[in-house]
């Protein structure tokens, strides 16, 4: 038996930003700083969450180059500390664009790209033909909420 659901969709954006899985974000100057530090990437990610994004994960690449440097592959016994990786974060576009304003120190000099997309919510079958609705976006939290 076939049951219709219905689906929404809002719009939303996603940037990748790429950088080196050797970047570190220092909290504090000096050696207590270096001793303290984070990768790069784990600091985006916690503070992709803090602003509230929908989604944000740090993918490694097998292969590549980013920012006009060299190409990079894999090392046969140590990973490479040069191999370009990317920071994957979706929400809305206002949002996102204030995230990189509010974090461009960390992003100074970083490869970013935006992309527009639709989210989609499928809902439970309404016995109906399964019908598009668009909507506008204000709040990521919207973007989880059921309609």
């Not at 790429?18 to 220092?26: S, T």
């Not at 292969?63 to 990079?72: E, L």
């Not at 990521?140 to 059921?146: F, K, S, T, V």
């Given at each position: 038996?076939?049951?219709?659901?219905?689906?929404?969709?809002?719009?939303?954006?996603?940037?990748?930003?790429?950088?080196?899985?050797?970047?570190?974000?220092?909290?504090?100057?000096?050696?207590?700083?270096?001793?303290?530090?984070?990768?790069?990437?784990?600091?985006?990610?916690?503070?992709?969450?803090?602003?509230?994004?929908?989604?944000?994960?740090?993918?490694?690449?097998?292969?590549?180059?980013?920012?006009?440097?060299?190409?990079?592959?894999?090392?046969?016994?140590?990973?490479?500390?040069?191999?370009?990786?990317?920071?994957?974060?979706?929400?809305?576009?206002?949002?996102l664009e204030r995230?990189?304003?509010?974090?461009?120190?960390?992003?100074?000099?970083?490869?970013?790209?935006?992309?527009?997309?639709?989210?989609?919510?499928?809902?439970?079958?309404?016995?109906?033909?399964?019908?598009?609705?668009?909507?506008?976006?204000?709040?990521?939290?919207?973007?989880?909420?059921?309609?």
């Amino acid at each position: 038996m076939h049951t219709a659901h219905d689906l929404t969709s809002k719009e939303i954006g996603m940037i990748w930003i790429y950088m080196k899985p050797r970047e570190k974000y220092r909290r504090h100057a000096g050696i207590r700083g270096a001793l303290s530090s984070r990768p790069l990437f784990r600091e985006l990610v916690l503070r992709a969450k803090q602003a509230g994004l929908v989604n944000a994960t740090a993918h490694h690449t097998h292969f590549g180059f980013s920012n006009h440097g060299a190409v990079q592959e894999p090392m046969a016994e140590i990973s490479n500390p040069e191999l370009t990786m990317c920071v994957e974060m979706i929400g809305p576009r206002d949002t996102l664009e204030r995230f990189c304003r509010d974090h461009g120190a960390m992003l100074e000099n970083k490869v970013i790209v935006y992309k527009h997309l639709e989210h989609w919510h499928v809902s439970g079958g309404g016995g109906g033909a399964v019908r598009l609705q668009e909507e506008a976006v204000a709040n990521p939290g919207e973007l989880l909420a059921p309609q």
